[in-house]
């Protein structure tokens, strides 16, 4: 891991993620968690403040090194309980049919083999556990997606391997989940190369 993965890149990813209107987005998403969470791609913690008190205990992974400094403040300041692994969504280091809900905001984008870590997301679940996401990604104009891919190479180096055009909905599809919900849309004063949304819930 590199000086810009390690020092640069997560203080650009903590000041950009904390705009307004992506933290609306958050509180939305997790505000009827309850039980026991994991969170793949925790990042810098940016979610925890917003989990409701009937969340008993977050495990959360990420390979970040430099997310991770940024993320023990936060925990150090959280009430729930985190167990924090400097791991890969794509080897969860837990057991299965562990956790109530799994949680990823923004993190599909950036791992090498996202359907890898999706089956490990559904082999975590409990039977009837729920899988809650908000990603970008492809956008379902031709035109938009032609320069998503122009601009693949650009986004990858300075967002740190995410891609622009991952289709998040066909790859979530794949997973044997007994109900998926999926809202698309667009986020406002954002360039449509980046602001295609994916925001739902998968049922194991």
């Known amino acids: 891991m590199g000086f810009y993965s390690r020092l640069i890149f997560p203080r650009l990813c903590d000041w950009v993620m904390r705009d307004p209107k992506l933290t609306r987005l958050r509180k939305e998403l997790v505000a009827d968690l309850k039980g026991e969470v994991l969170e793949i791609g925790f990042g810098t913690g940016l979610n925890l403040e917003h989990y409701p008190e009937q969340v008993v205990r977050i495990a959360a992974v ?28 794509e080897e969860i280091p837990f057991a299965d049919q562990r956790f ?59 967002a740190d391997g995410c891609r622009l055009d991952l289709d998040v909905k066909a790859l979530i599809a794949e997973q044997p989940f ?3 919900e999926l809202d698309q849309f667009l986020l406002e004063q954002t360039p449509r190369t980046h602001g295609t949304m994916y925001r739902g819930m998968a049922v194991k």
């Open 178 to 180: 007994s109900v998926l």
């Open 100 to 158: 109530d809900y799994v949680v990823s905001t923004w993190t599909l984008c950036s791992i090498p083999d996202a359907r890898r870590a999706l089956a490990e997301v559904y082999r975590v679940l409990k039977p009837g556990g729920r899988f809650v996401f908000l990603e970008h990604g492809l956008s379902d104009d031709p035109s938009v997606q032609r320069w998503q891919r122009r601009l693949n190479w650009l986004q990858r180096r300075l």
């Open 62 to 89: 990420d390979p970040g090194i430099g997310m991770g400094r940024f993320a023990r403040k936060r925990i150090e300041q959280s009430k729930i309980k985190v167990d924090q692994r400097m791991r890969t969504a």
